[in-house]
């Protein structure tokens, strides 16, 4: 049965490490389904809550290269069912994913929610598109508010996607995760500072 993200990474080398590992035949007489071609609901809402993610390219030289991407939550939009696009922030101006998307536009993508050990994997061709040129779709990845500067659109076309196991993923929360559960810890030191200095203020008259 199709598996989408692996028939597209199965080559003889990988076909010969599963083997040497025992595991070959069980890939031969995978029977689920794993197509993952078209995001879906779940797949949606993961995305739109993501505020970074993991853009994996590769050089002419044949050096991979792995970028993190981050912004606002949702700024890596999902477009339709086989589309992404994010605006392109200004960085350290290397253009190392630039360079190498011109000579191959193949990526991989590793989206991550720790706090929840979530993690997608997408397999995409990527366009790099002028501002100018497409200014509806420059409206799409627009992110008011947000201090950057925007130099390109990224357009991600979806060849295969997958989840992973939770496995392995250490969890980690981000500030904006743990404002919720700190709060009330918060109102509780607030109401002991309140009572001790309303006891101390009582023990200093008796005093007096």
């Known amino acids: 049965m199709p598996y989408g993200f692996l028939d597209a990474m199965t080559t003889p080398s990988l076909k010969a490490a599963q083997e040497a590992n ?22 949606a809402a993961f ?11 590769v050089a002419e030289n044949g050096w991979p290269y792995v970028q993190h991407r981050g912004g606002p939550p949702g700024f ?14 200004r ?8 360079g190498n ?3 191959n536009d193949r990526a991989a993508l590793f989206l991550m929610d720790y706090a929840r050990q979530a993690r997608l994997k997408i397999l995409a061709r990527v366009e790099a598109r002028d501002l100018a040129a497409d200014p509806e ?7 008011p508010g947000y201090k950057a500067r925007i130099e ?18 250490t969890a980690r929360f981000s500030r904006a995760e743990l404002e919720p559960l700190l709060e ?4 509780r030191v607030r109401q002991l500072q309140a009572e001790n200095a309303a006891l101390r203020e009582k023990l200093g008259a008796f005093g007096a």
Request: aromatic share 14%; charged share 30%; hydrophobic share 45%.
């Open 22 to 43: 025992g595991v070959r035949e069980h890939w031969d007489r995978f029977e689920g389904l794993r197509a993952f071609d078209r995001f879906g609901e779940d797949e």
């Open 101 to 103: 998307l011109r000579a």
């Open 152 to 169: 390109r659109v990224y357009v991600l076309h979806l060849e295969a996607f997958d989840w992973n196991c939770s496995q392995h993923i």
């Open 137 to 143: 779709l420059a409206g799409k990845v627009a992110t």
């Open 76 to 89: 890596l939009r999902l477009i339709d069912e086989r589309t992404l696009a994010f605006a392109d922030f």
């Open 91 to 98: 960085g350290n101006r290397q253009y190392i994913s630039l």
């Open 47 to 57: 995305i739109a809550a993501r505020d970074s993610f993991y853009m994996a390219t």
């Open 184 to 187: 009330p810890v918060r109102r």
